[in-house]
């Protein structure tokens, strides 16, 4: 996943304080630029609403088993409209409180959990070998769909020169926390868990023991989730009202956050249940974003740099006459 960010990173090179929808304009005119917009539009209202939907339905039925579904979808939204109503500079600011939070509900929940886990169970190493780890697996890079923000990130940078570096620190703090995730998990259970119903990392932390003083250590757990969700529904919504600006033109985007909202909401309850939702992620939306963000925005920005690079070649014909 780093050598493939650190390629994506060379290829916008050419392209300062752009983002892909700025790239597939050059590439090919407006066309190019709605079909990338609208596929970008198309998938983060998808995954924000499949996500907050998940998470939603964990809440309710680890804390409000009488609350409407569709009541707690909607607090979630509204908070994240009303984060985009101070602009992006505020949503910015509450990630730095937010990201350094959840890094240390996961390190905590890690270490509280660790007495129970057991170290044998990583083996065998490579698990059903190399060519289901590294070929048949390769599907497995869904779990960085945070490449989708590099991908809109240095036109928001206010210095875009530290596009590289703050790039590399985004992917490795995602790294991180997979890390301890994935690790948790597979330490803590023997077999691979199927739980339609919750998630197991929460089933962990629930059954941790955190002390005499701390009774119910799930809902500290929990508040850092919840803090986390907030931020990732806003920075979704905040990146398809840039979309929208770009493919629109307009000049006002605030406003553009109530259809956006409203979209993502009647997406969320589409589905029946959570079963549907977990098929919806793992056989349909899954390859979906692998498509997008690993083969067609890669090839946007490869063939916009050759574009570039024949652009910027004198002509057979100029050297002659030069000579």
Known sequence: MFIFLYIILKLFKNFSNSDIVDVAEYLGGKFLK??????????????????????????????????PISLLIILF?????????????????????????????LLIAFFCISSRFVPERIFPI????INETFFSGTTN?????????????????KNSEK??????????????????????LLFSFADVLSINEISPIY??????????FIQRPDSVFFLGWILCMMSYISISIMLVIVIFKKLGNLNSKFPLAYPTSALIFIVAILPKGIAEIRFIENYIFKYFTLILLFIISFLVLVLANIKHKKLKLPNKEDLVNEV
Do not use: H
């Open 34 to 67: 709605i079909i990338i917009g609208t596929l970008f539009i198309a998938y983060f209202i998808v995954i924000s609403a499949t996500q907050l939907r998940n998470f939603c339905e964990i809440l309710q039925l680890a804390y409000f088993p009488g609350l």
């Open 126 to 129: 490579l698990g059903y070998g």
């Open 203 to 212: 089933l962990l932390v629930r059954g941790a023991d955190w002390g005499r």
């Open 163 to 184: 596009f590289k570096k703050v790039s590399f620190i985004g992917m490795g703090i995602s790294a991180i926390y997979l890390f301890l995730s994935i690790t948790t």
């Open 77 to 105: 939204l509204a908070i994240a409209v009303i984060a985009n109503k101070f602009g992006n500079m505020s949503i910015t600011r509450i990630n730095l409180i937010v990201v350094p939070l959840v890094m240390i509900n």
């Open 141 to 157: 890079l869904f779990a960085f769909t945070g490449l989708s923000y590099i991908y809109f990130l240095q036109p928001l940078l």
